[in-house]
């Protein structure tokens, strides 16, 4: 049996909204249940990174540009001001809705037009509310932002949402910053006891807000920034798979699907073998970000062959998002996914 559909995770660097569902609709059609408008434009190609401008316009915060730990690059850190607290501190928009707004807007015409498949589903793609937090706050800082930039971001979840029909609607929560957390990566520091429930509860609570007739995912990441490889050293699947069990039991809303990453410079049978103990609900698809334009076709279907052993149905994806690769490569990527799956229908 081959793996049947596809996912993209987020970003795919097009010039645009309309360029994405165009591409993906010509190469993936029905092997898509879902298509993201690919995150485009400079900050939103770089995930978090179109959250700095929203931190830099609060008034209660100040920022100080630190070293990043390479090639003399330096990234922002926020703390809050001396003699201010939690309720000092305002976001306003973030942006999320906006956008989303704006290429549902695309979609929808697209839609209207015949030129989507019917049932296709426009993605939403959204970090956690612990990510930027996690990375653009001091760590002294970070437990008094939390709270303010979680109510933000449960304004805008809840703004598109009375925008975009809930039948068209699927919303993807990236769930990055907490798998570098429970891995010890260093600058993720948790500011929180006991990891594991922590960032169970925070995630059960986002999913509280979003209601059974959208459709909810989520993409594990262990992060891949500019395609340098994993930024944590994972043996094996172990941990994504315990994350995405004590998800399952924990989240009271039906998961519509989850993805896990896979390295392509591991051994795919002692990486994968962890998937074998998965409990999801039947109403989770499963992706498997098992393609790799590197290795191509041949280690592609390598690793499709070793997941296979452990587990009968899945669907494929990247690791993460393709957003900063060169756009040129997007095509070939794209005829991966469809050449070594099946489609829905």
Aim: charged share 25%.
């Amino acid at each position: 049996m081959r793996p049947v559909g596809a996912l993209l995770v987020g970003s795919v660097p097009l010039a645009g909204a309309d360029e994405v569902f165009a591409t993906a609709t010509e190469l993936l059609g029905n092997h898509l249940k879902r298509i993201p408008d690919g995150e485009t434009g400079e900050l939103r190609t770089e995930f978090i990174f179109f959250q700095v401008p929203v931190f830099d316009a609060v008034a209660a915060l100040e920022r100080t540009d630190v070293d990043a730990g390479h090639s003399g690059a330096t990234i922002p850190r926020f703390s809050v001001r001396e003699g201010l607290g939690e309720d000092d501190i305002e976001f306003g928009e973030l942006g999320y809705a906006r956008v989303a707004v704006e290429s549902y807007g695309v979609f929808s015409r697209r839609k209207q037009e015949g030129r989507l498949p019917a049932g296709t589903r426009f993605q939403v793609s959204l970090p956690t509310p612990m990510s930027p937090v996690s990375t653009w706050v001091d760590p002294a800082h970070r437990a008094t932002l939390e709270r303010p930039y979680e109510l933000a971001m449960h304004r805008e979840v809840v703004e598109l949402m009375a925008a975009i029909p809930h039948e068209d609607l699927a919303i993807q929560w990236d769930v990055c910053q907490e798998v570098l957390m429970i891995e010890g990566r260093a600058g993720f520091e948790p500011w929180f006891d006991d990891v594991w429930q922590s960032i169970l509860s925070r995630l059960s609570r986002a999913a509280t807000w979003i209601p059974a007739d959208v459709e909810m995912g989520y993409h594990l990441c262990y992060g891949d920034y500019k395609h340098q490889g994993p930024m944590v050293d994972l043996p094996d699947a172990s941990d994504l798979v315990r994350l995405a069990n004590d998800m399952s039991d924990a989240i009271i809303r039906p998961i519509n699907w989850i993805q896990l990453p896979v390295p392509r410079d591991r051994d795919p049978a002692s990486y994968l073998k962890p998937l074998g103990g998965l409990r999801l609900h039947p109403e989770t698809e499963l992706y498997l970000g098992l393609v790799h334009l590197t290795d191509g076709r041949a280690g592609t279907l390598r690793r499709i062959e070793a997941a296979q052993q452990v587990i009968q149905r899945f669907g494929v994806s990247t690791e993460c998002g393709f957003g900063r690769r060169n756009p040129e490569t997007v095509r070939e990527l794209m005829e991966l996914h469809r050449d070594v799956a099946d489609p829905y229908v």
